[in-house]
């Protein structure tokens, strides 16, 4: 709900606090440091500032059909200094090392959500920009935007009515940071004995800590879950971590998601729209929820033969390993990628923890800088600024040819405790050409010290890509810029650049990076690692399939006779693998209750745009012609247009959906 009337993918800062240094051009702004005990009269402090500012806005003279431009530049400074003070709360909720920071943050959320509500259900505000007339382009889509986003928060409702809204959007806000804090704060660890830990390398043994029975202590981050889940040999040890693993949010979390649900249903009856899917996807590509479940209908009906397929072939294989007979052999949910990760060794010569040896981590950044500058025309020039942890780096991005700084880019790259789990971008500013304004984002993973394994460097890239979008942006107005595109477009930048991590022309480099030396990646390993990455394509598409339906599920017409586990259970158990008996997976699956609710298949719907823009690319991913054509066609232009134009002016063409269903059933050519 945050994401549908605030603009949380952009976190700004406001003049106040912000460290400025002086550049040739422009001005570099780097994150105010704050501690847990000033942040709450800092918070209060800008909420003041910015509502001076909105009740000044009010008195703005404005004749009917008045032009938009200037009415529309005022309110994207509003709104930019409203980002500026409302964007690091929200990373610091989800980065900062102190919990009492984080916490905070969180009570400031709710008020900024709060006050968000407030100035978009302010009918004044929403008049006054009515009144106006666009005269191009740009200023007609901005307007329509800000139009909406009024809409959409109620501001035409009756007053019984939108009170009811600003309540929801208040509870949902609250609930959402229960959810996410009782999986993020969960400080459990699981107790494993050395003989459990067999089958796991010696460096990941090493960074464990023990306890007094001299037994191994593992916790819920992905640099110690998926090893496990991958090299473990004990099976049972195997079934007690994925257990654990999908309750770590606790069964708080499925009361909470239950709340969410029914108050979104709720929400969208106060419009009149017959759900939730309703209501949230007519601003999207895909408009409306029946052209999004035939969609996810027509996946389904291509992979699930291919997830059956693949758990029979690994069923044989464990048989075969293990001399047992075939009608007594299962592939369990807990086992799948360990037997997988068994195959692909066997099948492929492909040890994902050898692989590591090929991508350090360092080697990695240096390769990926590399390559993006070759491929769009920048630098990355490292900053010594102050952040919120000492490990985080801090870089310029610069023109090449006109030396322009252009943004900024933080690095936050290794797990610690109280982190946010994942791998993520947050816009840190929107940009603005209007202002000089310039975008940063914060690039936040969970990444091994030591090297990447090839699904790690893919989601590095991937994870790249977004911070691209964000800095490479330059729009007229900071609303517009960068990832501020349709949720259901959002990805496409990101899933496309994931082919820069799997082609030779681009991975053979990664060792010119490295020091002290690494293993070069040659086209033995490149065709092996492009046979692991086909490997198991019906069971990921099916389990990308299985997320989106279920979330359709829970934010459909029927939403309030939903039983959020209930449901996963039915559907999970009439997939191939099926379901685990006690495991709680709705209440860990963050998405739904971070942005994506109702929007889950946009990853795939993303990634249909992304493979066909790549074909633009051809035999050749590092040509730069086709690289700044895509910058100044997709990435510079934020959502100043809508998506599938955009993608229509870098294709030359209408899009097509030939090449993802391509993709998964393994008939791509390259």
């Given at each position: 709900m945050k994401n549908k009337t605030l603009k949380m993918t952009t976190l700004c800062m406001l003049a106040i606090g912000i460290n400025q240094y002086a550049s040739a051009e422009t001005t570099r702004s780097t994150l105010p440091l704050l501690k847990a005990k000033q942040l709450p009269t800092w918070c209060d402090s800008n909420l003041k500032k910015i509502q001076q500012q909105i009740t000044d806005f009010e008195k703005t003279p404005v004749n009917a059909n008045a032009a938009a431009a200037p009415i529309l530049a005022k309110w994207d400074k509003i709104f930019a200094h409203f980002e500026d003070f409302s964007g690091p709360i929200s990373l610091y909720s989800n980065v900062d090392p102190d919990a009492k920071l984080r916490k905070a943050a969180e009570d400031c959320e709710i008020k900024i959500n709060q006050f968000h509500t407030d100035m978009f259900q302010n009918p004044k505000l929403y008049n006054l920009i009515k009144n106006t007339q666009a005269m191009d382009p740009v200023d007609k889509k901005y307007r329509q935007d800000i139009l909406s986003q009024f809409e959409d928060t109620g501001v035409q409702l009756e007053p019984t009515k939108r009170a009811r809204m600003k309540a929801i959007l208040d509870e949902l806000t609250k609930l959402e940071q229960e959810y996410g804090r009782n999986v993020r704060d969960n400080p459990e660890k699981l107790e494993f004995t050395p003989e459990e830990m067999k089958g796991l390398p010696g460096s990941y043994i090493s960074a464990l800590k023990k306890n007094a029975k001299g037994n191994y202590l593992v916790g819920f981050e992905y640099p110690e879950y998926r090893p496990f889940m991958e090299l473990a040999d004990n099976d049972d040890a195997r079934k007690r971590y994925q257990i654990a693993f999908t309750r770590r949010g606790t069964e708080q979390n499925l009361k909470l998601l239950k709340q969410a649900i029914d108050l979104r249903y709720e929400l969208a009856q106060l419009f009149g729209k017959a759900s939730y899917a309703d209501w949230v996807l007519k601003d999207r590509m895909a408009k409306t929820p029946d052209a999004v479940n035939q969609f996810l209908?027509?996946?389904?009906?291509?992979?699930?033969?291919?997830?059956?397929?693949?758990?029979?072939?690994?069923?044989?294989?464990?048989?075969?390993?293990?001399?047992?007979?075939?009608?007594?052999?299962?592939?369990?949910?807990?086992?799948?990628?360990?037997?997988?990760?068994?195959?692909?060794?066997?099948?492929?010569?492909?040890?994902?923890?050898?692989?590591?040896?090929?991508?350090?981590?360092?080697?990695?950044?240096?390769?990926?800088?590399?390559?993006?500058?070759?491929?769009?025309?920048?630098?990355?020039?490292?900053?010594?600024?102050?952040?919120?942890q000492d490990e985080v780096e801090y870089y310029d991005v610069v023109d090449k040819k006109t030396g322009k700084l252009l943004g900024g880019l933080y690095m936050d790259k290794f797990p610690r405790e109280g982190k946010y789990g994942h791998a993520a971008v947050w816009g840190v500013y929107g940009g603005s050409t209007l202002t000089n304004r310039l975008s940063v984002s914060a690039l936040v993973t969970n990444f091994n010290r030591k090297g990447l394994n090839s699904d790690e460097l893919e989601t590095f890239v991937h994870e790249f890509g977004h911070a691209l979008h964000g800095i490479l942006s330059n729009t007229r107005y900071a609303s517009q810029s960068g990832t501020?595109?349709?949720?259901?477009?959002?990805?496409?930048?990101?899933?496309?650049?994931?082919?820069?991590?799997?082609?030779?022309?681009?991975?053979?480099?990664?060792?010119?990076?490295?020091?002290?030396?690494?293993?070069?990646?040659?086209?033995?390993?490149?065709?092996?690692?492009?046979?692991?990455?086909?490997?198991?394509?019906?069971?990921?598409?099916?389990?990308?399939?299985l997320y989106a339906q279920y979330d359709m599920a829970l934010h459909s017409a029927d939403a309030l006779k939903v039983k959020p586990l209930e449901t996963w259970q039915k559907m999970e158990a009439a997939t191939a693998l099926g379901y685990v008996p006690t495991t709680e997976f709705p209440g860990q699956f963050g998405h739904l209750m971070g942005g994506y609710q109702a929007g889950y298949y946009g990853y795939m719907w993303s990634e249909v745009l992304a493979l066909d823009m790549l074909s633009a690319y051809g035999d050749n991913l590092n040509n730069p012609q086709v690289g700044q054509r895509y910058r100044q066609t997709i990435l510079s232009q934020g959502s100043q247009k809508p998506a599938a134009e955009l993608v229509k002016d870098f294709l030359g063409r209408e899009p097509d959906n030939k090449a993802f269903f391509n993709e998964i059933t393994g008939q791509r050519v390259k």
């Open positions: 209908a027509d996946v389904q009906k291509t992979v699930a033969p291919l997830e059956r397929k693949e758990v029979e072939e690994l069923r044989a294989f464990k048989a075969q390993t293990l001399k047992t007979p075939l009608d007594k052999t299962e592939i369990t949910r807990w086992s799948e990628a360990y037997w997988s990760e068994k195959l692909r060794k066997s099948k492929y010569q492909i040890d994902q923890e050898k692989l590591r040896d090929y991508f350090p981590t360092l080697a990695a950044q240096k390769w990926l800088f590399a390559i993006s500058s070759d491929l769009y025309g920048i630098d990355f020039k490292p900053v010594k600024v102050k952040a919120w501020s595109v349709e949720r259901d477009f959002v990805e496409a930048p990101s899933q496309m650049y994931e082919e820069w991590a799997r082609r030779k022309e681009t991975l053979s480099k990664v060792a010119d990076y490295c020091d002290p030396a690494c293993p070069r990646v040659d086209d033995e390993l490149i065709a092996r690692l492009k046979a692991v990455h086909n490997y198991g394509r019906g069971l990921r598409y099916a389990r990308q399939t």
